[in-house]
């Protein structure tokens, strides 16, 4: 009996374990949709790609732009409503996408964006480097007081490079 017992209690934190990584994995893929679908607005609006950049963070924790006059306006507000979740809710509550979900565009001179979509991890595992700012410090407290120094922060992010065409 304490061998079984033993067991099962093993088989009930593997299983919790697993649940964590599984949404883990949900939400990276869904980090990485929205992170490609914000390039690929990017990159087919080339010529206007400077009016991407959010000088901050859009998503969690601030108003999505409601501005839609121009494409890049609308693509903007599109993504934002799309980091929070806005197509599916709940009781009210977004649901549709990233815990705690943000995302950025950052111009790095010479025609190069940093395109950057972070959320709130399950559990704390090192940090992002420091030079990714989007969310940073925003992610602490949440899972117990493990989640300290940004180790829930989870981002991915890629860098658009727009060619000069003559």
Do not use: F, K
């Not at 697993?18 to 994995?25: A, G, K, R, T, Y």
């Not at 601030?62 to 929070?84: L, Y």
């Amino acid at each position: 009996m304490v061998i079984l017992a033993i067991g099962l209690l093993a088989l009930a934190g593997l299983q919790a374990r697993l649940h964590v990584l599984q949404i883990e994995s949900y939400q990276r893929a869904q980090a990485l949709m929205l992170l490609r679908d914000m390039a690929s607005r990017i990159t087919n609006n080339r010529y206007d790609a400077a009016i991407y950049d959010t000088a901050g963070s859009v998503g969690t924790g601030a108003a999505c732009p409601v501005a839609t006059g121009t494409r890049q306006e609308a693509d903007i507000t599109e993504w934002c409503n799309s980091i929070i979740g806005a197509s599916e809710t709940l009781g009210g509550g977004n649901v549709g996408s990233l815990v705690g979900g943000r995302g950025c565009v950052a111009a790095l001179g010479g025609d190069e964006y940093l395109v950057t979509v972070a959320w709130q991890g399950l559990a704390p595992i090192s940090a992002p480097p420091d030079t990714v700012t989007c969310g940073q410090n925003e992610y602490d407290g949440g899972v117990g007081s493990q989640c300290t120094n940004d180790r829930c922060r989870r981002v991915v992010t890629t860098v658009i490079r727009i060619p000069t065409l003559t």
